[in-house]
C-alpha cells in the first residue's frame, strides 16, 4: 500500500530554519500534486505549499517569502524549507500526495501521518 513518512520538525526558537521531508512508497505509479498542510490546535487544516508535477508551486499568503516547497521526483519526496520561523507556524505540519497506484491506476488522494513544528518566541 502507498504511505506517505514525514520527517524534521521539532521544536526551533522564533526566526529558525526547519526542513520537513516526505517520502512516498509503496506501489506508485505516478505522483501528480504533492503539498503540505498544517493545522494549529482549535483550528482547521490549511494548505501551506502545493508543488505540481511540472513544478509549478503554490504558497499560502502568511508563507510566502519564507516557506520553499520542492520535490525529488526520483526519490518521489517532497519537501519544505521553512525559514523565518514565526510563533504563529506552530502546527502539525501534513504531507498530501495525489498518486496513481497499481494495479488501479485511479488517482486517489494520500495523507502522511503528521509531524509537529514547533516555534518558541
Known amino acids: 500500500q502507498v504511505r506517505l513518512v514525514e520527517s524534521g520538525g521539532g521544536l526551533v526558537q522564533e526566526g529558525g530554519s526547519l526542513r520537513l521531508s516526505c517520502a512516498a512508497s509503496?506501489?506508485?505509479?505516478?505522483?501528480?500534486?504533492m503539498g503540505w498542510y498544517r493545522q494549529a490546535p482549535g483550528e482547521q487544516r490549511e494548505l501551506v505549499a502545493s508543488?505540481?508535477?511540472?513544478?509549478?508551486?503554490n504558497y499560502a499568503d502568511s508563507v510566502k517569502g519564507r516557506f520553499t516547497i520542492s520535490r525529488d521526483n526520483a526519490k518521489d519526496t517532497v519537501y519544505l524549507q521553512m525559514n523565518s520561523l514565526k510563533p504563529e507556524d506552530t502546527a502539525v505540519y501534513y504531507c498530501?500526495?495525489?498518486?496513481?497506484?497499481?494495479?488501479?491506476?485511479?488517482?486517489?488522494?494520500?495523507w502522511g501521518q503528521g509531524t509537529q513544528v514547533t516555534v518558541s518566541s
Open positions: 508543488i505540481t508535477s511540472g513544478d509549478s508551486t
Open positions: 509503496g506501489p506508485i505509479f505516478t505522483i501528480n500534486t
Open positions: 498530501n500526495a495525489e498518486i496513481k497506484a497499481r494495479p488501479i491506476l485511479l488517482p486517489s488522494n494520500y
